[in-house]
């Protein structure tokens, strides 16, 4: 994961373990708030900007 987008994260709490990177789109396994969560996106991670992605992974896990 590019070092932009994994510091913005983990200002936030999020520690991104491993990004499995699919023909079609990513997934995304991190640490947030000592559980580990895998979050399947519908592209790629750095087709959208780091905050953009900090948006998707917490309204995955916080259910917003």
Excluded: A
């Amino acid at each position: 994961m590019r070092s932009e987008y994994r510091r913005v994260l983990e200002k936030s709490g999020i520690r991104v373990l491993d990004v499995y990177r699919r023909k079609d789109r990513d997934s995304v396994r991190f640490l947030y708030r000592g559980k580990v969560h895998v979050v399947d996106l519908k592209g790629f991670y750095d087709s959208v900007k780091p905050e953009e992605l900090l948006n998707v992974l917490l309204s995955q896990v916080e259910g917003r």
